[in-house]
């Protein structure tokens, strides 16, 4: 496959959710000398360092029964991304840096994509990480962690791995538009459908139509701020996916007009007359009107 210095071609996904119940008590985290004690606090110092330590090793609950733990954090700690991220830091980000500068790489907490321009470059690369975090005693997943192919208009060779998930936006061709307006298909991320069913049951849980005390413009102010953070963080990318969403909480909105003013009652294309004459008369009540 012809090498590339624009774009990649293939993506190496590395999941180490495993990597919060191996994470190693005690590594990393050795004793300060005298000097950096005298330098920065010892008594501080010293109080901090065995708060590290009591969440590294922390025992779990089993029934009603605690039980040991001679390694991991607990998972849902405040503390655990944190100390996962710093140990990441040293074990995964300075070493891809350093023994691997050609690869452009994100991570967030113990997820990471790591990108590189050819099939045995990315499945060299998957295993060479699979024994870094083993010599850290990280484990990372199996299941979750695979090469994958950036396949688009100009990519067009066979293989079963063509998306992924990273950060609640999923990766895959998708259809793109040029701008002499031909379509063409272009890989791109947009919000997964994780993340999709999540806001709107979400919305659903809000229970609009049982709301009918509330005014419209209560309702805005309640909820056109979420509605506006899903939208500038999801919607950076292929909005088309987040109208969607935008279109399913006017649903909603609606049910709970019909069932707040009587005359709308057994009419649903007034109904939706109403959404739009409202929406056209008040377009800044809702961000996305």
Not at 5 to 30: H, M, N, Y
Not at 153 to 172: E, H, K, W
Request: charged fraction near 25%.
């Amino acid at each position: 496959m012809p090498r590339t210095q624009t774009q990649s071609l293939w993506s190496c996904i590395e999941d180490g959710s495993l990597a919060f119940r191996s994470l190693p008590a005690g590594v990393g985290f050795k004793p300060p000398s005298a000097a950096t004690f005298e330098r920065r606090g010892g008594e501080r110092l010293r109080e901090r360092r065995l708060l590290i330590e009591r969440q590294v090793g922390t025992g779990k609950m089993s029934a009603s029964e605690p039980l040991p733990r001679d390694k991991g954090t607990p998972q849902g700690g405040v503390i655990s991304p944190l100390l996962m991220n710093l140990f990441m830091h040293y074990a995964f980000d300075q070493w891809m840096q350093r023994t691997h500068p050609h690869c452009p790489f994100a991570r967030y907490a113990d997820d990471a994509v790591v990108h590189c321009h050819h099939q045995a470059e990315a499945e060299r690369l998957l295993m060479e990480i699979r024994n870094r975090l083993q010599d850290c005693l990280l484990t990372m997943h199996h299941d979750k962690s695979r090469v994958v192919y950036c396949k688009d208009s100009n990519r067009s060779l066979p293989y079963p791995q063509t998306q992924f998930t990273f950060l609640g936006f999923t990766f895959r061709p998708r259809v793109a538009v040029n701008p002499a307006g031909k379509r063409f298909t272009s890989f791109l991320p947009a919000v997964s459908v994780e993340a999709m069913k999540r806001m709107r049951q979400t919305i659903k849980g809000w229970n609009l139509n049982r709301q009918t005390f509330a005014t419209l413009e209560r309702l805005a102010h309640q909820y056109d701020p979420i509605l506006r953070g899903w939208w500038n963080y999801y919607g950076c990318f292929y909005k088309t996916e987040m109208r969607a969403l935008m279109d399913y909480f006017n649903q909603r909105l609606v049910t709970w007009a019909r069932r707040k003013h009587k005359k709308l009652k057994g009419h649903k294309r007034r109904r939706f007359q109403w959404l739009r004459r409202v929406a056209k008369a008040r377009p800044r009540l809702f961000f996305h009107w």
